[in-house]
């Protein structure tokens, strides 16, 4: 078992930061801080200051494939043997939003634990406001007259 399955094993069920692709393999993200330096220096995203970072919150969510490129280094796909071909191959759009998902709860797991507090909070009502909005979203397309 490597050093990053290890350290997801030990979270919480509810917590762990991990995703399934297309084909079934489980990747567990881990941030450390050789992996925070390596995003930084290689993408300009800094993990370590993720939720006070405008400018890498932006990156991630404005370029999918820099989103991709984070979760190809925080999975140890490289080390696992998987080339970023095959990795990329087995996403789709819910493969992307469980990554999106992981790298939140990654950030979190990382923080500093007076700091995971609150971000758990944080992540967790965004989660609930963004459900929300699309039971509002699905519920106003349900009723909407166009003119039939």
């Known amino acids: 078992m490597s050093e990053n399955e290890k350290q997801v094993e030990k979270q919480p069920l509810d917590h762990r930061a991990c995703f399934v692709d297309t084909r079934g393999r ?60 095959d990795f990329f191959t087995e996403f789709n759009g819910d493969t992307v939003d469980a990554a999106q998902a992981a790298l939140m709860e990654a950030l979190v797991n990382f923080s500093p634990t007076r700091q995971a507090q609150v971000l758990r909070l944080l992540v967790d009502k965004t989660k609930e406001h963004q459900d929300k909005a699309l039971k509002l979203m699905e519920e106003k397309i349900k009723t909407a007259d166009f003119g039939s």
Not at 41 to 55: A, V, W
Request: aromatic share 10%; net charge negative; charged share 30%.
């Open 26 to 85: 489980e990747w567990p993200l881990v941030i450390n801080v050789l992996k925070a330096r390596k995003i930084k220096n290689e993408l300009g995203i800094d993990l370590l200051n993720f939720f006070s970072d405008e400018k890498s919150q932006n990156a991630v969510s404005d370029d999918p494939f820099q989103l991709l490129d984070v979760f190809y280094t925080l999975s140890n796909a490289e080390e696992k043997g998987v080339s970023p071909e």
